[in-house]
Antibody, heavy 116, light 109 residues
Framework: QVQLVESGGGVVKPGGSLRLSCAAS????????MTWIRQAPGKGLEWVSY????????YYADSVEGRFTMSRDNAKNSLYLQMNSLTAEDSAVYYC?????????WGQGTLVTVSS | QSALTQPASVSGSPGQSITISCTGT?????????VSWYQQQPGKAPRVVIY???ERPSGVSNRFSGSKSGNTASLTISGLQAEDEADYYC??????????FGAGTKLTV
């Protein structure tokens, strides 16, 4: 069945960088758009970015535009989110999800904490 | 862009029906039939219960239904069960080719 497993979260200082990964299995990865969504502790969901199946199309939320870069390696069935210039407002659980309109399924998430 | 507008909370008794609204603008909900709804139970990842306004994924109970009128989408859950207690989020595609979530609604059964 479809499985998505995020990794790469952790504690990082303000201004620092982090790269998240999402390993996909159980479907033809290159056929699907993929999306990153985040959820700050105790808060709601926030759409972050999506990428087309061939990696040529990406869109970002205003809150991360210019700081985050989404990419994928279809040979490795993997999705990435490079996060730079991190601030406390970027602290959240980051989820990857299959698709870009009706999102599903979702991974279990990886926690990013930005703190000095 | 501002989040889509949802009520903070709704409640209902077992067996009853409830409806959660999701209000956007002519740039998102009103412009496209790409509204989806997500259920998130405590400590778990969200799962989609409705996509494309009213389509139900396989495995989701037919007690869940969706609709849209103008700039407002709605999720209706009939025959409420204790297991339906969760946070519910709507999402819509926008005219900037991005997506937007609602702030979420806590359903108490």
């Amino acid at each position: 069945q479809v499985q998505l497993v995020e990794s790469g979260g952790g504690v990082v200082k303000p201004g620092g960088s982090l790269r998240l990964s999402c390993a996909a299995s159980g479907f033809i990865f290159s056929d699907y758009y993929m999306t990153w969504i985040r959820q700050a502790p105790g808060k709601g969901l926030e759409w972050v970015s999506y990428i087309s199946g061939d990696g040529r199309i990406t869109y970002y939320a205003d809150s991360v535009e210019g700081r985050f870069t989404m990419s994928r390696d279809n040979a490795k069935n993997s999705l990435y989110l490079q996060m730079n210039s991190l601030t406390a407002e970027d602290s959240a659980v980051y989820y990857c999800a299959k698709g870009h309109l009706g999102l599903g399924p979702w991974g279990q998430g990886t926690l990013v904490t930005v703190s000095s | 862009q501002s989040a889509l507008t949802q009520p903070a909370s709704v409640s209902g008794s077992p067996g009853q029906s409830i409806t959660i609204s999701c209000t956007g603008t002519t740039s998102d909900v009103g412009a496209y039939n790409w509204v989806s709804w997500y259920q998130q139970q405590p400590g778990k990842a969200p799962r989609v219960v409705i996509y494309d306004v009213s389509e139900r994924p396989s495995g989701v109970s037919n007690r869940f239904s969706g609709s849209k009128s103008g700039n407002t989408a709605s999720l209706t859950i009939s025959g409420l069960q204790a297991e339906d207690e969760a946070d519910y989020y709507c999402s819509s595609y926008t005219d900037r080719s991005t997506s937007l979530f609602g702030a979420g609604t806590k359903l108490t059964v």
